[in-house]
C-alpha cells in the first residue's frame, strides 16, 4: 500500500477530537517535518515521535508513525524491530481514537508485512465499518483481493472507488493491476495513462 502522509498540520489538527492542549502548534509543526520528508523513513520516525512527545493523546501522529515505520521495509532497511513496534502504535492510535481509518489501514498494513493477508482484509473492513468510503482502506482490499488473485472482485471495486474520487488517480492503478493480470493489456495500459495524467495535475488524496 502506498504511504501517504497526514497533509498540512493545520487540516490535520481540525480532524482532532476538540480538546485544548498548550502544545498543539508545536504538535502540528512536528507532523508537518514528519510527513514532508517522506523518503526519509527515520527522520519521519524521529518527527513523529516529536509531535507524540509533546501531546500523548494525538491519535493520528501514532498512527502516522505506524505507517512510517513500517515504510522503512521500502527503503530496504526495515529491522523487524521497526515494523512490530508499528502494531502497538496503531492500536494505541485506536484505544485513543476507535474512529480513526488511519489506525485501521496501519494494522491491515502490518500484517501486509507479515504475508498475513486475511487479517489484513479483515482489520480493513473493521475500519469500513466506521469509515465506508474511506480511499486507503478501500484500496487496501482491493490490494489483498490482488493478492489472492481475485481480480474480477479487484476490478469491480476499484471502478466503485473511481465513481466515490472521478480525479483522483489511485482507484485507477490497482484497477490497472487486475486488469494486466487478467491479460487485458490495452485496458490496463489506458488506466496507466489516465492515472498519470491525474498525478501530473496534482489530484488525488
Avoid at 165 to 171: A, K, T, V, W, Y
Amino acid at each position: 500500500g502506498r504511504v501517504v502522509g497526514g497533509g498540512a498540520c493545520g487540516s490535520t489538527s481540525r480532524r482532532r477530537a476538540a480538546r485544548p492542549t498548550p502544545s498543539r502548534a508545536g504538535v502540528g509543526g512536528c507532523l508537518g517535518r514528519g510527513t514532508a520528508r517522506r523518503t526519509d523513513a527515520p527522520t519521519a520516525v524521529a518527527g513523529f515521535e516529536r509531535a507524540i512527545a509533546l501531546d500523548s493523546g494525538f491519535a493520528l501522529a501514532w498512527a502516522q508513525l505506524a505507517l512510517t515505520r513500517q515504510s522503512f521495509s521500502s527503503a530496504g532497511i526495515t529491522p523487524r524491530e521497526q515494523i512490530q513496534r508499528s502494531k502497538g502504535d496503531a492500536e494505541r492510535a485506536l484505544a485513543l481514537q476507535p474512529t480513526l481509518p488511519t489506525a485501521y489501514f496501519a494494522l491491515g498494513q502490518y500484517y501486509i508485512r507479515l504475508g498475513d493477508n486475511d487479517r489484513a482484509l479483515a482489520e480493513y473492513r473493521r475500519g469500513l465499518e466506521v469509515a465506508p468510503n474511506n480511499m486507503r482502506l478501500l484500496i487496501g482490499t482491493v490490494e489483498v483481493d490482488l493478492r489472492g488473485g481475485r481480480l474480477e472482485r479487484a476490478i469491480t471495486l476499484s471502478r466503485k472507488l473511481g465513481l466515490l474520487d472521478p480525479l483522483s488517480p489511485e482507484p485507477l492503478w490497482p484497477e490497472a493491476a487486475a486488469l494486466l493480470w487478467s491479460h487485458r493489456l490495452p485496458e490496463a495500459l489506458a488506466l496507466v495513462d489516465r492515472a498519470l495524467v491525474f498525478d501530473s495535475l496534482g489530484s488525488g488524496w
